[in-house]
C-alpha cells in the first residue's frame, strides 16, 4: 500500500503560481512512477503530468505543458507539481496518484490521493 496525501491548493488569480506537494508513506516511494490528474466540477478526471521513478522522464497534458512543471524528491517521498502562469480554466481538484509506468491514463495508476483544491480567478 501506497499512501498519497496532497498539499498546496488554494485560490490564486489568474496569471499567479501555486506549487503542489504530494507526501508518501508505506511502500518505497522510488519505486512507483507518479502522475497529476485534476477533475473541474462536472467534467471528467483529466492527465495533467507524470514522471518516471528516477526523475528522468516526464510528459505533460498539452493544457499545460510550458506552465506546469513536475518533479519528485525520492529522498524525502515527496512529488511535486509547480504551476505557473495559471488560468482560470486551470480550476479543478488535483490529484496524485502513484503507479508502475508513468502514463497518461487514469487505469495505470493503483494509488490516489484524496485531492486538493487549485482556485484561480480571472
Known amino acids: 500500500q501506497v499512501q498519497l496525501v496532497e498539499s498546496g491548493g488554494g485560490l490564486v488569480q489568474a496569471g499567479g503560481s501555486l506549487r503542489l506537494s504530494c507526501a508518501a508513506s508505506g511502500r518505497t516511494f522510488s519505486n512507483y512512477a507518479m502522475g497529476w490528474f485534476r477533475q473541474a466540477p462536472g467534467k471528467e478526471r483529466e492527465f495533467v503530468a507524470t514522471i518516471s521513478r528516477s526523475g528522468r522522464t516526464t510528459y505533460y497534458a498539452d493544457s499545460v505543458k510550458g506552465r506546469f512543471t513536475i518533479s519528485r524528491d525520492n529522498a524525502k517521498n515527496t512529488g511535486y507539481l509547480q504551476m505557473n502562469s495559471l488560468k482560470p480554466e486551470d480550476t479543478a481538484v488535483y490529484f496524485c496518484?502513484?503507479?508502475?509506468?508513468?502514463?497518461?491514463?487514469?487505469?495505470?495508476?493503483?494509488?490516489w490521493g484524496r485531492g486538493t483544491q487549485v482556485t484561480v480567478s480571472s
Open positions: 496518484a502513484a503507479g508502475l509506468v508513468p502514463m497518461s491514463v487514469r487505469g495505470s495508476y493503483e494509488y
